[in-house]
Every structure is written in C-alpha cells, then in structure tokens.
C-alpha cells in the first residue's frame, strides 16, 4: 500500500504579489502529482478552496493523517498558511514545502527549507522536469528522513519536549478507505452526468446521507445535477446539507441559481443578496443575482408591463455591472451589461465605452489559455454586438467546438434572440447573426 502524500496549495488561476498569473492547477497537474508518484506515494489533493474557503472534517484528517505532505506556499494564500501551522504542530516531520523561485517568503517562514520552482514571465512552468526531478529526490528523502526520526517541523525543533499526538493506525485506515471511496464517487458521478437525470440521481442515492459525506463530493453531487438540469434536485440537496456547507459561498450561489430557475425568485434574490452584503460584489453572485432581474424584466416585458419591465432592465443592468467592475478579468457580466444596454430602448450609450473593455478582457483570458465555453460565447456574443460578422462566425465555430452541457449553447441563443427582436423592432438587425443562433439551438437539442 502506497503511502499517502496530501497536497497544500491555492486552486485554479491566482495574480501573484508580481503581477503574474499562475494557473495552479497546471503547476499540481505538471510538476507535484507526476513528482509525488516517481517517488512512490498516492498523491491526494485538498478540495476546501472550491468550497469557498470552509474547513471540514475530512479536510483536517487529511492533515493529520497523510503520511506525508507537499505544501505550495506560493501567492501567500492565506488557507494553505494555515493548513501548514496545522501540519507543522501535528507532524514532526514529512511536510516539504515548495515555492515559486521569484516570490519572497515571509519572515516567519525564514527559517523553513522551502525549495523553489522556476516560472517564466506567464506564469507557466520553465523547467518543470528538472523542479519535478528535484521534488521527487526530496520527498524520497523525505520517507527515509522520517523512518531515522528526523525533524523538519520548526514546532518539534524550537519546543522543547514537545511529543506528537498518537495517531491510531484503525484510524489511519479508515481515513484512507474514504479517501479512495470520494475518489470512486467523484468518477461515478462524472459517468452519470454524460447520461442523464436518472443515472446522477441513482449515483447520488447510492452514497447514503449527505451529512457523513466528504464536501467535495456533495458538491460534485449538487454541480452534476445542475449539469443534467435536475434543478429541484438541487434544492433538495441543499435542505439536507450540514448547515456549515450550507452556508459556504459557492453552495448559496448554487441554491440562489437553483430557485431562480424554480421561478422562486424573492428567494433566489434575498439568497443572493445576502451574500453580497456579507462578502461584497463578485462577479460570480453578482452575475447570478442579474439573471434573476433579468428574468423578471422578460416577464414583465412579455406581458407588456411597460414601466416595471423598463425598472427590472435597469436594475438588472446595474448588478451586472457591480459584478463586473469587481472584477474586470470576468467578462460574464461584462457582456451581459453590453446586451442588456442594447435592449434598452433607445440604447443605453454606455454600452459603446463598456465593449472593448468586456472585449479586452475576455481575449486576455482566452491569450493565456485558460478559457472555456463561455469565453467563446462571450466573443461570439460581443461580435454580433458589434455587427462583426467574421468575429461573431470563428467565435461560433470555437463556442460549439468547446460545449460541455447542452444549457450552455442554449443559454447563449436565448441572449442572440434577444439581441435580434430588439434591433429587429428597431429595424437594424444583421440577418447573418440567424444562422449562428439555429446552429446553437442545434448543438443544445442533440
């Protein structure tokens, strides 16, 4: 049996102290995860960051009881310091800390032997076969360090007399055997959702109660339900959460989006709401709470309530662009904000200044490679903005090339056809523009 190594660092894309972005999970993907496995150990990685920064149970077994551990200080982040003070005053030894060559290590971890790994100018990796090798020589070492009782925490070096907790090895096992069943789980439910509500649904059953699972695996469980449209499901995940991972950002975003779709919009906005008091505007709550004043405004527009359907447009508007000015890197509610400026009548003038900027950012984004469908969907939606019709055409083509669920090439025809009655009642629409909305009502069908 391999022993374990758990992985501390930062998840997905971060800005560096330097102004570089660095895709961290390129950097486990790349240079840790191939490094831990040369060396002989199961590499097991924390999962709390998609949670919205919530400590769990399984969170902290992982620290404790992983044989070893490799902790990526890089960018600071605030979770991975605490995950390594917890390591540090629990375990003796096996913790090999890493960093980026060109970032400076706070003063309070001077001490520590930290090794460096080199990044280029992007942010990407320079010479991840040599920092890999590196890795691996020091986690080898690490295993034969630890069997002669040597000591890398600065907690057992400095404390004097300080003794370790006893760490039962029936407890050791059965953290493991979980380990290993929320790696199946995550796989099964990855399968289901390429069938169906009833597959996801059957999976999610069979894990038992929610309240004894792993986090990440609840909501692996609520995200491929949204993924196969079971929305109620959703809500019915929720109410039978632990109330800590109810209250995690990402899961009342989830539920925020879920009543909504519901058509519980008082709900959906006061969930949303909330969360924007307590944490301020982001992009993400801020792009969830516009859809719901977007909906309102399609309803009342639909049944020709003029005035409250020009308030609901407006306020919906304005929470796009709260969400997008918090953060510019997101072009989602950028580019929502530009079409909801387009549907006024006459259109909002803003909308002029407001698209290079969504433009700009969204290319950016696609330039480091980190892009996805709403990207291109985002490119494709601001070229028939602009009338750009050759954009508008290679941004389809990559959008539909790139689709991962069916509501995603249906959300954006929804956004095209609202573009085109609009400028049609206003006699100014680009009939090409047609074809690319039929091709995604095709792509969302199949």
């Known amino acids: 049996m391999l022993p374990l190594c758990f992985v501390l660092m930062p998840f997905g894309k971060k800005a560096l102290s330097t102004g570089v972005n ?11 995860e191939p490094a831990i496995v040369a060396a002989g150990m199961e590499p097991l990685r924390a999962d709390q960051e998609v949670l919205g920064g919530i ?10 009881l992983c044989d070893f551990a490799v902790a990526d200080l890089t960018g600071a982040n605030a979770n991975v310091y605490y995950e390594l003070g917890m390591r540090h005053g629990i375990r003796p030894s096996t913790t090999v800390p890493i960093f980026a060559a060109d970032e400076r290590m706070p003063f309070d971890l001077t001490p520590v032997r930290a090794v460096p790994y080199q990044l280029n100018p992007d942010g990407t990796l320079s010479d991840v076969a040599t920092d890999r090798e590196r890795l691996r020589g020091l986690l080898v070492e690490a295993m034969g360090s630890h069997a002669k009782g040597f000591v890398d925490s600065p907690v ?8 370790p907790p006893d760490i039962a090895r029936l407890k050791t096992d059965a953290f493991r055997d979980r380990a290993a069943y929320a790696i199946k789980a995550r796989e099964q439910l990855k399968q289901a959702r390429q069938t169906g509500k009833a597959a996801v649904a059957a999976v999610a059953s069979s894990l038992g109660n929610v309240a004894h ?13 949204r993924a196969v449209g079971d929305i109620q499901g959703m809500v019915d995940l929720y109410d039978h959460m632990p109330v800590p991972l109810q209250r995690s950002v990402l899961v009342r975003e989830q539920l925020g989006f879920a009543l909504n779709r519901l058509k519980q919009s008082d709900r ?17 709550t801020n792009g969830l709470l516009g859809r719901v004043y977007k909906d309102r405004w399609e309803r009342a527009n ?8 020009a308030g609901w447009l407006g306020k919906a508007i304005d929470t796009y662009l709260q969400g997008f000015e918090a953060d510019w890197r997101d072009a989602y509610p950028g580019v929502n904000a530009v079409t909801l400026m387009e549907l006024k009548s006459p259109p909002d003038p803003r909308r002029l200044e407001l698209l290079p900027v969504v433009t700009y950012a969204v290319k950016r984004r696609i330039a480091k490679g980190n892009c996805d469908y709403w990207d291109h969907a985002t490119l494709l939606e601001l070229g028939v903005l602009r009338s750009d019709e050759a954009s508008a055409n290679a941004a389809a083509a990559d959008a539909l090339a790139a689709v991962r669920e069916k509501w995603e090439p249906e959300t954006t025809a929804r956004n095209l056809r609202l573009i085109r009655e609009s400028r049609a009642a206003r006699g100014t629409f680009d009939a090409w523009a047609n074809a690319i909305e039929d091709a995604l009502l095709k792509r969302a069908s199949a």
Do not use: C, N
Not at 56 to 64: A, Q, S, V
Not at 268 to 284: F, K, P, T
Not at 302 to 309: D, P, Q, R, S
């Open 302 to 309: 639909k049944a020709g309530e003029t005035f409250a359907a």
């Open 268 to 284: 959906a906005e006061q969930v949303l709401r909330e969360l924007i008091v307590e944490h301020g505007a982001s992009s993400e």
């Open 156 to 163: 057992f070096q400095l404390v004097e007399g300080f003794r």
């Open 213 to 225: 699972l792993e986090a990440g695996v609840v909501i692996d469980v609520m995200l491929s339900l």
């Open 55 to 64: 400590i769990h149970k399984p969170m902290f077994e992982r620290l404790i």
């Open 22 to 32: 660095v895709d961290f999970d390129a950097v486990f993907r790349e240079l840790i």
